[in-house]
Every structure is written in structure tokens, then in C-alpha cells.
């Protein structure tokens, strides 16, 4: 996103209230130049290229109600009808007879559906880190491609360990392929931070699954065992069903056979308390330790990730992880 892109805010004189919050505003009597991919200048120019696309209309013509606060927003019925399929679809070309009867948008914050105004309005936005993911979520759920392309590269720009989380579930529920992976890369680098967010707390099980497939991850399977579990209690309680069930999903694809002897029945003596994990898993985990050779010590489930700490059984078990610093 170029750092000069000026927000709708700042072309509007300070003393005039935004024109998407006023049942009323006067637009220049001639029309300006056709619509063109560049920020507007000034405010002049933006009425002109509002004019163009609104004419005849001269007032605010449509009123939505956004949000869970139920903030009340003023647009242009044509213009959004004009530059946006689904608004088209949602409000028709044509304004009804008598007061129209508000919109209600109330699953889209308010600040997320001002930023796709502004860019319906002025084909640029100002984007900020602690809303992008829900324009981002707007933009696809509108069709609008060009926002959405921005709101990625924007993402990509600002993605952190408090932010990575999010973005992936917001990829993941999406179909956000590059987006995913670029998501997936970074969790993989940063993993034992990421486990430590509350945005990791917060993922769906779909979400969930392709990290604990991954062999790429910075952490060691005890450390990601826990993890899992405290994901698994937060969607318990937000769910009001038990541990075990909610962890179902994914819990297959934790490695306890990478986990020593010890370690292995510490987690069995805990899942007796509260159980997270099937006991045939378990007992699956305890064949590789007694077999050490042979098709039980082979597979996905037995193979280190890169951030495993390596334990004298490992040398039995699948290749490590290439790249990995655990020895054989």
C-alpha cells in the first residue's frame, strides 16, 4: 500500500462532517473527467467524479445501519450500485418511492465498511493494522477484487506474531491460498511466540490443522502438546462441550511418539484427569517405544519437526526433519 495515499477524511475542508454521515449533500453542477485508477487531488475533484457516476442524483439516497452499534452511514444508491456487484444486487439502480427504509449490515464493523465506501468513493483507502482483516473479509465477501488485493498486500506488510493468527483463519475461511501460506511461513519461523497469542487460542480446528501437519514448526512436540490442550479448553468453554471433543478434530496429528518414556506417561497420568487425547493414541505412541524398529517407528507421527529436542529414541524412529539441529 504506498504511503501517499490520502484518506477520504483529509480532502474534506475540517469543518464539513463526511459526506457518507449526512442525509444531505450538494454535488457540482457539471460533471468531471471519466473515473480513473488515481487518488482524487481535491475536494472539487472528488464531488466531480461523484457527480459523474451519481447523476442525477444530488442527496444521499440510501441509509444503512452498521455494525453491532448500529451506526447510521449515508451513500449514493447509483455509485454503489454502479461500482459494486453485490450493492447492485442488495439495493437495485432504481430508489424506491417515499423514505427508504434503512439497511442493516450488522455483521461489518462500521470502520470496515467506511473503508469500502471510501474506496468505492475514491478508488484508494487508508488501511490500518487493527482493522485490515475485516475490510479484508468485506472486500471478499463484497466481490471486491481490487480491495482485496490491496487489504493483501497490506497484511503481508504488517504481519506479526499478534496479527498471524487471525489472518490465517481469515485465509483459511476464504480460500486465501498465497495469503495461507504466507501465514503458515511466518508460524513456522516464530512458532513458541504465535503459541503464546490469543489470536492461536482463537483458531478454528480447520485453521488448526495444517500447523500441526507441518513438520517446519520451532517447537518441540511437548510444547505444542500443551498448546493444543490450551486451545482445546478455551473451545470448551466457548462451546460448552467437553475437552476431548472439541480437540478431536485435530488431535490426531500431535507426535507422541517423539515424547520419552517419562514424558509419555506424565501426558497419559494428565489425560486420565482430563481427557484430550484418544487412549489408542496413546497406546499407539507406547508400540513405537516398544518396537523401535520396524512399520510402528515409520510415518508422519513419528517423524521430528524442526524444532524438535532431540531424545535417545529419536535414532529409532522416522528420518528428522531436513535441516533440523537434532541429531542422530
Known amino acids: 500500500m ?53 447523476a442525477p442524483l444530488s442527496h444521499s439516497d440510501v441509509r444503512f445501519v452498521v455494525g453491532q452499534e448500529q451506526r447510521e452511514v449515508f451513500a449514493h444508491r447509483c455509485l454503489l450500485a454502479c461500482r459494486c456487484n453485490f450493492f447492485q444486487r442488495l439495493l437495485g439502480l432504481e430508489p424506491g418511492s417515499g423514505v427508504p427504509s434503512p439497511v442493516v449490515l450488522s455483521t461489518v464493523p462500521a470502520e470496515a465498511f467506511l473503508a469500502v465506501l471510501e474506496f468505492l468513493y475514491t478508488n484508494s483507502v487508508k488501511l490500518h493494522y487493527q482493522s485490515v482483516l475485516e475490510v479484508l473479509t468485506a472486500a471478499v465477501e463484497y466481490g471486491l477484487e481490487e480491495l482485496r488485493e490491496l487489504c493483501l498486500e497490506f497484511v503481508v506488510k504488517v504481519l506479526d506474531a499478534e ?66 490442550r490450551s486451545w482445546a479448553r478455551v473451545g470448551a468453554a466457548v462451546l460448552e462441550r467437553p475437552v ?19 514424558e509419555l506417561s506424565a501426558l497419559e497420568e494428565q489425560n486420565r484427569r482430563e481427557p484430550l487425547i484418544p487412549v489408542e493414541q496413546i497406546v499407539e505412541a507406547w508400540k513405537c517405544h516398544a518396537l523401535r524398529r520396524g512399520d510402528a517407528a515409520r510415518g508422519a507421527l513419528c517423524r521430528r519437526r524442526r524444532g524438535t529436542v532431540p531424545r535417545e529414541h529419536h535414532r529409532f524412529l522416522d528420518l528428522p526433519f531436513k535441516g533440523s539441529s537434532a541429531t542422530t
Open 2 to 54: 504506498p504511503e501517499d495515499v490520502t484518506p477520504l477524511s483529509e480532502l474534506m475542508p475540517p469543518h464539513l462532517t463526511p459526506f457518507w454521515e449526512r442525509r444531505d449533500c450538494p454535488l457540482p453542477e457539471n460533471p468531471g473527467p471519466k473515473w480513473a485508477k488515481t487518488k482524487p487531488k481535491s475536494h472539487p475533484r472528488l464531488c466531480s467524479l461523484l457527480l459523474w457516476l451519481s
Open 244 to 262: 476431548a471433543e472439541v480437540a478431536a478434530p485435530v488431535v490426531r496429528e500431535l507426535r507422541l511418539a517423539l515424547l520419552a518414556p517419562a
Open 163 to 228: 496479527l498471524v493468527c487471525e489472518a490465517l483463519q481469515v485465509a483459511v475461511t476464504f480460500g486465501l491460498g498465497p495469503l495461507q501460506e504466507r501465514c503458515m511461513t511466518f508460524i513456522e519461523t516464530h512458532s513458541q511466540e504465535v503459541l503464546r497469542t490469543r489470536g492461536f487460542l482463537e483458531l478454528s480446528a480447520a485453521a488448526l490443522l495444517p500447523l500441526l501437519r507441518s513438520d517446519k514448526l520451532c517447537v518441540d512436540e511437548a510444547e505444542l502438546i500443551r498448546a493444543a
